[in-house]
């Protein structure tokens, strides 16, 4: 079979005749500037697709996604056409992957490697009483909506870009920061807090109330944040004993072990979860 499977461009028809992974938003993504999806076919039945796309706020990175039919794995489709669109790229190909999974090999056999990691990042109810008692209080914490108007949405801009900025920095363009903007407009800005330190935030705990669980996304504002480990715990001890008062079941964190302070504290509580890698396949030689 592997000498006769065919490589060639996406056609918006083709989004009726794959029956494998999610080929619904594959017409859409196809328009999108710079956006690449191609196909493998055989006997005239498409056996797999793989697309790739410039993200908003993230672009020194091109983010892909590799599907292949169930019956036709094992035969180096998904290798072949990751191979087409790396010719392709003018970027290092980026994906997740859980740990262990057969998608983190599948990428490691393409040459690809970590850039990044998220440590378990889940944190059942059953463990809010363990987290709190681990971080010690929340004094000094103000909810993001006792801020004045706009200061929520700074002060996210602010800690999204220095977070992200050593390893995957925030595109410097209108429609990037339009983006994080719009991000900030969903935030839950009575549950998200902001531990002060001298009557200043220092750290800052978001919350994204999302459909299965709130997602959480904390740091300090700063990198050199005075008391900047401490400031953090407070102001997630509140997210976490607000989440305990108001019957949350579980709270989801979104943050990476190189975080300079959520990492470590992220290691001292008793979240559950795979470790998630950020991988990525450099450009051909």
């Known amino acids: 079979m592997t000498e006769h499977v065919g ?25 999108l500037p710079g956006a690449i999806v191609m196909v493998a076919t055989w006997r005239g039945e498409i056996v797999g697709y793989v697309s790739t796309w410039l993200a908003t706020v993230h672009r020194t990175r ?6 292949v039919a169930p019956g036709s794995r094992g035969r180096r489709i998904g290798t072949r056409l990751v191979e087409r669109i ?6 290092p190909l980026a994906t997740k992957a859980v740990e262990g999974s057969d998608a983190a090999a599948f990428i490691r056999s ?4 970590l850039y990044a990691s998220c440590p378990p990042l889940e944190l059942p109810r059953r463990q809010f009483g363990k987290a709190i008692e681990t971080l010690g209080g929340h004094r000094e914490v103000i909810p993001a909506s006792a801020l004045s108007p706009g200061e929520p949405e ?23 920061r339009e983006a994080l903007i719009q991000e900030a407009a969903e935030l839950d800005l009575d549950r998200s807090s902001v531990a002060l330190v001298d009557g200043q935030p220092a750290a800052v705990a978001f919350v ?15 990198r050199d944040a005075p008391d900047g480990d401490e400031a953090l715990a407070r102001a997630v001890c509140r997210v976490v004993a607000d989440a305990r008062e108001n019957g949350v079941r579980k709270l989801a964190f979104d943050g990476h072990e190189q975080d300079p302070h959520f990492g470590p504290l ?13 991988l990525e396949i450099p450009l051909p030689a």
Do not use: K, N
């Open 62 to 67: 091109r983010f892909i996604d590799v599907e």
């Open 154 to 176: 700074h002060l996210w801009l602010q800690f999204y870009r220095w977070v992200h900025q050593d390893w995957s920095p925030v595109d410097d363009s209108g429609e990037a």
């Open 86 to 91: 790396r010719q392709r790229s003018d970027r």
């Open 208 to 222: 994204f109330d999302d459909d299965l669980a709130p997602t959480v996304c904390a740091e300090t504002l700063t």
């Open 266 to 278: 992220a290691a001292r509580l008793p979240m559950e979860g795979s470790r998630l890698l950020l």
């Open 7 to 31: 490589f060639r461009d996406f056609q918006p028809s083709d989004a009726t005749r794959i029956e494998f992974g999610e080929p619904g938003g594959l017409v859409e993504l196809a328009r």
């Open 110 to 113: 393409l040459g690809g490697g």
